[in-house]
């Protein structure tokens, strides 16, 4: 009889010995010490024997009973330090995709643009809107572009019904802001939409992005411009940015300036700026004998398209999600 | 204009690489547009050897040649006799196929039924100036199929360069080579302009009357004699090709090819069909016409400036010829012009008449009347009289009409202005250096005389542009802007455009960028506002003819543009301007716009299947507005703006105040298809109006330590009442229950406590619609939070409460208690 109690410890050691988890475990107790159990069906047996084999029987199922119980309890006590500190075999799969809702997306042009301005703000340039539906004087007869200016033709401009122009560039805003904010020191910039009658292709569309700056003071040189300009491209491309000035021709500067920033190996050109022609500062109320200042203006498309290797502009205007959840 | 590098040479006093030649196209400010190296771009011609060659059947002008171009491979070229070829002889060809780099591209062809698959090239079609006989010949077998530049070394390079519309000093080749010239450290060589000396027989003198000459500032012309109209040697014809001119005679030739080496357009007349020997300047009569060269006629209606003899307009005054003095293969004597035209009043023309030509072109944006006789017209004489061109004789003087000479501008300088300009030390001594490069003179006092022909220069800085550009751009050192300091910021409403578009797109919203300029229907729909719609009078497309007074109209159209692509759940939005015009006012109002619909929680795996309804919308667009601090909003039921759905729309408020509207997007009335497939809403807040009445900074309101007490009610209220009826009921009600509250003594505190308990919050958390509550009934749940700042309430207060706001919300709507 001692002999099938041995077995019985045995097993039931063996049992315990072999649980993973503390529901194993469990599932041994209730197998042994359970309503049902191993012990339950020993017990029985008492009622069949003498007062004296009782007494006997019982003190042996006693002593069973408590090392079954005891190596659970050990055992569960280390199941118990397992699960905590380490990870069980039903642990969550740490690496299915979280449950989100999609996110958002800014547009790149206006990413760009808003990073432009970030830059020219930390440069003490103040930022305001301008009109888009601007009239003659202000989009080009203030910017030395009479209305027989040849110049006029790089500018195939819209017209409202009532004479107004949809304005071809946002350099409309320079004598808009001298007037505006008086006598300088003035740095001053605003950025948006302009329209030209362009054909659409892949690098035109009759509706497009610029953003513009001014800053008159009394000795701010084309030596500055180049400054300016350099801390904003650094602030764009990397502090190793080199740029290229080539002489050009805007109505409104003189000297004027085409400037390229080398991008991947190529010249790529990104802006036009110049030191402010007398005859604009005139326009705008400024005395061009005292004060002298640059100006400069950049396509955001074109900016956007180079900082993020968009080939195409029409990309840009057809809001595809597939296309604006890229950037 | 399209460059050929080796004819620039012709002008230049040294030799140099061709890569320091096209530097210093872009160091002078010529832009390159398009290079092509000939070395390269010829690769693809090769030499193929003339195996028959017979005349093509009723075409005596035309032959069918047999090519071989690889060994043993023929094909056949149909070529004409303009320039003789012989069987045996290595011919470069461009096989069908082939672009040259002169832009044109090579077809196969049909001529008299015969299939051509190529082309025999003339040195100028191939872009390269013609050294001897107008197109290269081999003779040596062993040169089948080798490519062009591998037998004869090519060092021309054809530039289309884009010239500045402030120098059309620089739309002929003797400005560009100027301008090279500086850059480079070389002379200008001029070619030689011997000057025309009168001929023993003059038998004929011809009159000149100009009738306005601030239009017409100079006019020079002189009778040729014996005039010999053939084809142009090919040295002359392939200058002209490789600039895109066509070869005509070689009279028209000379006239072209002096205005591409001189950028002064010239013209010649046949002699004999000008009546009176009389030249006038003058405006067109409203009565006269004229047929042009191209055969268009143009009529006196504008009065625009011509040229006439004692009869008749004979030209277009610096736009075209007329069709009735047109020098022709049978002219014998022909006049010789030259004049120098006010360029406002031939743009006008040009513009006018919708006439635009090359020398139209150089003329709108002005010529130099010195250089006019001096150089260009002296140089066309001369060809004229050049036994291989004409061989014509001077037939009367040079009859020269230049009333008021212009004068070379002057500009006394100051080196010191000029460093403050550049913010580098500029002496007078470099400032002389560096305009002398440009044919400026100067005195001691650093006075500069400005040529005639640079138009562009008048004002000093335009000279400090000049100095600073062959100093080099790049040598002016740049440094820290050295200014007074000034703020930096955006606008407030910038600023607020951000902090709403950083809010939409972090809630799930794509931003879009789509045009202002749009159709009509598009502009026009879901517009709040009154105002005059503003048209463009000149749009491009029937798609872009209206400013839009609404941004959800378009967001529409991108909603729809993504269900094709297989959307299914929407949100987009826009910030931009909408436009209206009232009278001389024009409104550019800034608006925010969003269009959002389908899956409420559009998570890439785990799919909600709750849809976007008006609530959500609602919810959406409260986050929004309070996030940007706008307080004590309305939304009312009113007439919906054209675009949205009556049932599902309200305009949002505040203080009375129309700031935007919310609705359900109609399709149907907008006539656009369903592809989404999910009711859409549309959103538009006008941002020029958030900016006014949004909150200042929010103040702390203190921290209750107390305990929120939380109380849901649930009653039957007839079916039409409004739930803010029954919102404002609700929050009187418990106002007036706080004043009649009995308190409860509490441990804490001996006597009787004064209690203020505030409703904190009031949301309706269900609402219920069905035969259970009655026909036209429903049911709400209401959940309202409150508390004392000092004392906890007791269940026994809150349920006073209660009690009072339930009663009243009977006796005032029959609200009943479920």
Not at chain 2, 266 to 292: C, P, Q, T, W, Y
Not at chain 2, 574 to 599: P, Y
Request: proline residues 4%; hydrophobic residues 40%.
């Amino acid at each position: 009889m001692s002999e099938n109690h041995d077995a019985l410890i045995e097993a039931a050691m063996a049992s315990i010995t072999a649980a993973q988890s503390l529901s194993e475990l469990d599932d041994v107790r209730v197998q042994y010490l359970g309503k049902k159990g191993k012990l339950k069906s020993l017990q029985e047996q008492l009622k069949s024997l003498s007062p004296e084999e009782k007494r006997e029987f019982g003190k042996t199922l006693n002593n069973i009973k408590q090392s079954i119980q005891t190596a659970l309890t050990e055992k569960k006590t280390v199941l118990e330090q397992n699960e905590k500190s380490g990870p069980a075999i039903d642990a969550i799969d740490v690496t299915l995709p979280g449950v989100r809702a999609l996110p958002g997306h800014r547009h790149p042009l206006m990413a760009t643009m808003d990073e432009v301005k970030s830059i020219l703000v930390g440069l003490g340039f103040r930022y305001d809107d301008y009109p888009e539906v601007e009239s003659e004087f202000y989009n080009f007869d203030a910017l030395n572009t009479p209305d027989w200016h040849p110049a006029r033709d790089m500018h195939d401009s819209f017209y409202t019904t009532k004479g107004n122009v949809l304005r071809t560039h946002t350099s409309a805003f320079q004598t808009r802001a001298m007037k505006n904010f008086g006598p300088p020191p003035l740095r001053a910039m605003t950025s948006g939409r302009c329209y030209r009658r362009d054909e659409i292709d892949a690098s035109h569309f009759p509706i497009f992005h610029q953003l513009d700056v001014i800053a008159i003071d009394e000795n701010i040189s084309f030596a500055d411009l180049k400054w300016v300009l350099y801390q904003l491209a650094s602030g764009l491309f990397g502090d190793d940015v080199q740029l290229r000035f080539r002489p050009s021709y805007f109505p409104f500067t003189t000297p004027s300036a085409e400037v390229d920033v080398m991008f991947n190996g190529k010249w790529l050109e990104i802006l036009g700026a110049g030191m402010i022609r007398p005859e604009v500062l005139q326009a705008g109320g400024v005395d061009s004998e005292k004060w002298q200042g640059f100006a400069f203006g950049l396509g955001i498309d074109r900016m956007a398209m180079i900082r993020h290797g968009i080939s195409d502009i029409r990309l840009m205007y057809e809001n595809e999600e597939a296309f604006l959840r890229q950037f | 204009m399209r460059i050929n590098t080796g004819w620039l040479r012709d002008y230049l006093s040294e030799d140099c690489k061709e890569s320091e030649l096209l530097d210093a196209f872009m160091t002078v400010g010529l832009e390159v547009e398009e290079e092509h190296n000939l070395a390269h771009a010829l690769e693809p011609i090769r030499v193929g050897f003339i195996r028959e060659k017979k005349p093509l059947a009723d075409a005596d002008n035309l032959f069918e040649c047999l090519i071989e171009i690889e060994k043993g491979k023929l094909i056949t070229i149909v070529c004409a006799t303009a320039h003789p070829v012989e069987i045996g002889w290595g011919v470069p060809v461009a096989v069908a196929g082939t672009k040259l780099p002169t832009g044109a591209f090579i077809a196969e062809g049909k001529f008299k039924g015969i299939r051509s698959e190529g082309m025999i090239c003339l040195d100028g079609e191939l872009g390269l100036i013609a050294k001897s006989s107008g197109m290269q010949i081999f003779k040596d077998e062993a040169m089948l199929g080798a490519s062009l530049p591998s037998l004869s070394p090519i060092q021309e390079s054809l530039v289309e360069v884009s010239v500045l519309p402030n120098r059309p000093d620089c739309l002929g080749m003797i400005g560009i080579a100027r301008e090279v010239a500086a850059v480079l450290d070389m002379k200008l060589k001029y070619p030689s302009a011997r000057v025309i000396t009168p001929a023993a027989n003059q038998t004929e003198k011809v009159t000149v009357a100009i009738e306005d000459d601030t239009l017409c500032p100079r006019y020079a012309c002189q009778v040729f004699d014996g005039v010999q109209i053939r084809s142009s040697p090919h040295w002359l014809k392939s200058r002209l090709q490789t600039a895109g001119l066509r070869p005509i005679n070689n009279v028209v030739d000379i006239t072209n090819f002096v205005m591409l080496e001189w950028g002064q357009p010239l013209h010649a007349f046949d002699f004999d069909s000008l009546k009176g020997n009389r030249i006038e300047v003058r405006r067109m009569r409203k009565d006269e016409k004229l047929k042009l060269l191209d055969e268009s006629e143009v009529d006196g209606a504008h009065q625009p400036l011509v040229i006439a003899d004692a009869e008749k307009p004979i030209a277009l005054a610096g736009i075209m010829g007329g069709l009735n003095s047109q020098t022709t293969a049978g002219s014998k004597r022909i006049l010789l012009e030259a004049a120098c035209f006010e360029s406002v009043c031939i743009r006008t023309s040009s513009r006018k008449l919708r006439v635009s030509t090359d020398s139209s072109y150089r003329f709108e944006r002005g010529t130099d009347p010195n250089d006019m006789l001096s150089g260009a017209f002296n140089r066309a004489a001369e060809l004229l009289q050049d036994t291989e061109l004409s061989h014509a004789k001077p037939a009367s003087d040079v009859t020269d009409q230049y009333p008021n000479v212009r004068e070379q501008t002057r500009f006394t300088l100051d080196s010191g202005r000029f460093s403050k300009i550049l913010g580098t030390e500029i002496s007078d001594t470099q400032i002389e250096e560096c305009l002398s490069k440009l044919e400026m003179t100067h005195d001691k006092n650093l006075t500069i005389s400005v040529p005639t022909w640079r138009v562009d220069v008048n004002n000093e800085v335009v000279l400090a542009e000049d100095v600073a550009r062959l100093l080099r751009y790049d040598s002016i050192v740049m440094k820290p802007l050295v200014a007074t300091t000034t703020k930096g910021r955006v606008s407030e409403t910038d600023g607020l455009r951000t902090k709403i578009a950083t809010f939409l797109s972090s809630n799930g919203f794509l931003e879009c960028r789509t045009p202002p300029l749009t159709t009509e229907q598009i502009a026009l729909s879901f517009s709040q506002w009154p105002g005059d719609p503003i048209q463009v009078q000149n749009p491009i497309s029937k798609e872009m003819t209206t400013l839009r007074q609404s941004l959800v109209g378009s967001l529409i159209e991108v909603a729809e543009r993504n269900a094709r692509r297989g959307a299914s759940s929407f949100r987009f939005f826009e910030i931009d301007r909408t436009f209206r015009q009232n009278d001389d006012q024009i409104d550019e109002r800034w608006m925010i716009g969003a269009v959002i619909g389908g899956a409420v929680n559009d998570s890439a795996w785990i799919a909600s299947e709750k849809e976007i309804d008006f609530l959500r919308a609602k919810g959406l667009v409260q986050n929004l507005l309070a996030h940007i601090s706008v307080d004590e909003i309305a939304y009312e039921r009113d007439t919906a703006a054209k675009g949205y759905r009556g049932e599902e729309f309200a305009v949002i408020q505040h203080g009375g105040k129309r700031i935007g509207a919310l609705g359900r997007i109609d399709l149907d009335a907008l006539g656009i298809k369903d592809r989404a497939r999910v009711p859409l809403y549309g959103v538009e807040l006008d941002i020029s109006t958030l900016i006014k009445v949004k909150s200042p900074a929010r103040m702390f309101a203190g921290l209750a330590r107390t305990q929120m007490i939380a109380r849901d009610i649930s009653i039957v209220v007839p079916l039409g009442l409004r739930y803010a009826e029954i919102e404002k009921s609700l929050s009187n009600a418990f106002e007036a229950a706080v004043t009649n509250l009995v308190t409860e003594p509490r441990k804490e505190s001996d006597g009787p406590v004064s209690l203020q308990p505030k409703l904190e919050s009031v949301i309706c958390i269900d609402t219920f619609v069905g035969e259970s509550v009655g026909a036209d009934a429903q049911s709400l749940t209401i959940r309202m939070l409150f508390r004392d700042e000092t004392h906890t309430l007791t269940s026994g207060e809150a349920q006073q409460l209660m009690d009072y706001v339930v009663e009243q919300l009977h006796s005032e709507h029959g609200a009943v208690q479920r």
